[in-house]
């Protein structure tokens, strides 16, 4: 894989650039930002942003200075505009930056924004922060928007995620590590030789950093990834308390550790991203050493869960995850695949729409295979042709009603992995998978039993009679109109009738109108 340096790509970065604050100019602009100017309390936020269709900023959160922004990229069209390109193009975009990583470059502490306030000892305290309680029965106030950065033990790899923090007081938080992951692998190994684990959490971020953050990479560093996605390498700064270095140009950085004693405190219960609430867990716990931003820091939260789940964060970018990663599978698998669509009202994984070009027979079975196979949170595939609009709920609903016969085009198979959180496995680890071939069986595109009708167009009159077009061959009504320039079609049917008054008059198989004699 090419590497770009980052100390060539970035001689002098755009500390601006990938600002969210900026980003929020360019939502305010394009009509995609709700703005409270008022005072909103804490307790009021969630209510403000549950099921909102827009990105909303709080100028006046809970009377604090600090502006508080949430639901940032909760619909396809926000993460299209952070990338600056259509929401068609979002998946190919994507996919075409993260084949070649960005390696970061490093500036000095009295140039980094980030850095520009900085709360040690005392001061580095939750609850200065606009923190809000986000669903009725959250086990407390929960930081949602965080990416966190942290390095293994032998310092040879930088891990990137995004996790969750529940406070528990001034300075202690709660993270989630209980489903498989890299962070939760590099954690254990920090535990098993009783040491903490240094680790920072970048709290407001542009959406392609928020993308990179929960993409997977096979860098060693996955700061790379997000260097990637920006197309410039992302400039690092050195943290203040902790042997960590953190994007120069965040808005806020929480510096601190995960202590040495593992999974031993409760967390939780919490909303989860597929709509329904995650138990009481047992977590380790974060503990707080200094918090660092900008003199004007911009706050995020994140929307995750509730009813409606396609229009919080969390859906959103996992959905896209999911696409990209399926169409990597997919380049490999079929020589012509189209689109892919994971909707976010399944929480952005579970439900995967793939449209392919058959050239050869069994192709939509490789589809199917290869996202089965390749994605561990998938759990229902459907494969269509190239005509259905998979971003259509009733273009794939009239496919699956009319194209799919379960005894033939069901592939259902169990043992494996997946989600813990889908409330439909029962506590079970393992679970089943299903692939839906939904398209037309191969070479019979062209039959007219699977052609849609559509309006009729016609083209230039010939100046025929009825008996004249039939004369030169089968016609279609259609056709008959055209040859005879008919603007009504009704004196088509008049002359067909003295046609077949003559006995005449003849149909194909294929429903064209025809002259016996010539038939004969």
């Known amino acids: 894989m090419t590497h770009v340096a980052g100390s060539i790509a970035a001689l002098s970065p755009d500390l601006e650039r990938f600002r969210l604050r900026r980003f929020m100019d360019v939502l305010e602009k394009e009509g995609e930002l709700e703005v409270h100017g008022e005072r909103v309390d804490l307790v009021d936020v969630a209510k403000h942003l549950d099921s909102n269709p827009k990105a909303v900023l709080f100028r006046n959160p809970g009377g604090d200075r600090m502006e508080l922004v949430g639901n940032v990229v909760g619909s396809r069209r926000r993460l299209a505009l952070g990338f600056g390109v259509s929401e068609r193009e979002l998946v190919p975009e994507v996919g075409k930056r993260m084949k070649i990583p960005i390696a970061p470059c490093e500036i000095g502490t009295g140039k980094a924004p980030v850095q520009e306030v900085v709360l040690t000892g005392e001061q580095a305290d939750f609850t200065h922060l606009p923190v809000h309680l986000q669903h009725a029965d959250d086990g407390g106030p929960y930081i949602s928007a965080t990416i966190d950065i942290t390095q293994s033990l032998d310092k040879k790899r930088r891990n990137v995620g995004c996790r969750r923090l529940m406070l528990r007081g001034r300075k202690e938080a709660g993270i989630d590590l209980i489903a498989p992951s890299d962070l939760r692998s590099i954690y254990a190994t920090y535990v098993e030789h009783k040491q903490r684990m240094p680790i920072a959490f970048v ?6 950093d928020s993308v990179g953050a929960v993409c997977s990479s096979q860098d060693d560093d996955e700061m790379a ?99 990209t990663t399926a169409w990597a599978s997919l380049e490999t698998a079929v020589r012509n695949p189209v689109a892919v ?63 799919f016969q379960p005894d033939r085009d069901l592939i259902v198979a169990g043992g494996f992995r997946v989600v813990p959180l889908d409330p439909s496995l029962e506590g079970a680890r393992t679970g089943a998978k299903a692939g839906f071939d939904l398209t037309i069986p191969f070479g019979k595109t062209k039959a007219k039993q699977w052609q849609v009708p559509t309006a009729p167009v016609f083209g230039p009159s010939k100046n025929q009679t009825v008996r004249e077009a039939l004369m030169a061959g089968p016609q279609t009504f259609r056709e008959l109109i055209e040859a005879t320039g008919s603007r009504d079609g009704r004196e088509v049917l008049v002359a067909l009738d003295a046609v077949r008054a003559e006995d005449a008059l003849d149909r194909l198989p294929d429903g064209r109108y025809g002259l016996k004699i010539l038939q004969e």
């Not at 919490?270 to 004007?296: Q, S």
């Open 341 to 403: 669509y994971c909707p976010p009202s399944c929480g952005g994984m579970l439900n995967l729409r793939v449209a392919i070009r058959q050239d050869y027979p069994g192709e939509a079975r490789n589809a199917l295979a290869a996202v089965i196979g390749s994605i561990a949170n998938v759990k229902n595939v459907f494969v269509v042709d190239e005509d259905i609009n998979i971003f259509s709920d009733e273009h794939m609903d009239w496919a699956l009603a009319t194209r």
């Open 203 to 208: 709290i407001g971020s542009h959406p392609v």
């Open 225 to 323: 990834l997000l260097g990637a996605l920006r197309g410039s390498a992302v400039p690092l700064v050195r943290c203040v308390t902790i042997d960590n270095m953190v994007p120069a140009d965040a808005e806020l950085v929480l510096e601190g550790y995960l202590d040495e004693h593992g999974w031993r405190e409760g967390e939780g219960p919490y909303g989860e991203f597929l709509g329904y609430y995650g138990m009481l867990k047992i977590n380790p716990v974060f503990h707080l050493t200094a918090i660092t931003m900008r003199h004007d820091a911009l706050f995020q939260t994140a929307t995750i869960g509730g009813r409606f789940v396609g229009r919080t964060d969390t859906a959103l970018l996992t959905a896209l995850r999911t696409e």
